[in-house]
């Protein structure tokens, strides 16, 4: 159970730090001089940037359910 608890409190961490991550991604973005500028930092930046993140935070909510689950302390104290 505290493995579990621990986990979740890392997960969330993560969250608040692709949540920060995101939000500093689009500050760079919107700060460029001109349009076409911001456009180029929206297609070459945010948007991988964007993409990742989410992909990792679908992993880790993945996890976190597997983790949860009624077998899911075996299987953290097995890593």
Not at 3 to 28: D, E, H, P, Y
Not at 53 to 64: A, M, Q, T, Y
């Amino acid at each position: 159970m505290l493995l579990q608890v621990a986990f979740s409190f890392l997960v969330l961490l993560a969250c608040v730090g692709g949540i920060l991550l995101l939000a500093f991604v689009l500050t760079w973005q919107e700060r460029g001089a001109s349009a076409q500028e911001r456009q180029w930092r929206l297609l070459t930046g945010v948007l991988p940037v964007a993409g990742g993140v989410v992909s990792i935070l679908l992993g880790l909510f993945f996890l976190l359910m597997v983790v949860w689950s009624p077998d899911g302390a075996e299987l953290l104290a097995r890593l």
